[in-house]
């Protein structure tokens, strides 16, 4: 299991952009498939993006599906997000998830279930 932390959150008006990142403990960083979810609050938390250990197919949420990018650096153990064309609703705090490649599957990817690693998440705020 891994220890992950986010940054980059912050304050941007709407149409702007922002890259949020996510720092991982360990030396196993490259096993694990990435990603993010957030929640808005008194809504459901949600899934934003993975991208399996290998990068390769990503996946994203249709809400989010060319605006928003999941890439990796493994030499770093860091998982970035960046973020264009925000709109109000995404606001929401973000959190960094990791998935053992032994549990990952792209047809789960959108699902909690495979993530064992949950960060503590950064707040990200839109204003219209």
């Known amino acids: 299991q891994v220890q992950l932390v986010e940054s980059g959150g912050g304050l941007v008006q709407a149409g702007g952009s922002l890259r949020i990142s996510c720092a991982a403990s360990?030396?196993?960083?490259?096993?694990?498939?990435m990603g993010w979810f957030r929640q808005a609050p008194g809504k459901e938390r949600e899934f934003v993006a993975a991208?399996?250990?290998?990068?390769?197919?990503?996946v994203y949420a249709d809400s989010v599906k060319g605006r928003f990018t999941i890439s990796r650096d493994n030499a770093k153990n860091t998982v970035y997000l960046q973020m264009n064309s925000l709109k109000p609703e995404d606001t929401a705090v973000y959190y960094c998830?990791?998935?053992?490649?032994?549990?990952?599957?792209?047809?789960?990817?959108?699902?909690?279930?495979?993530?064992?690693?949950w960060g503590q998440g950064t707040q990200v705020t839109v204003s219209s």
């Open positions: 360990g030396r196993t960083f490259s096993s694990y498939a």
């Open positions: 991208i399996p250990w290998s990068g390769g197919s990503t």
């Open positions: 998830v990791a998935a053992h490649f032994t549990a990952w599957r792209s047809s789960l990817a959108k699902s909690s279930n495979p993530y064992n690693s």
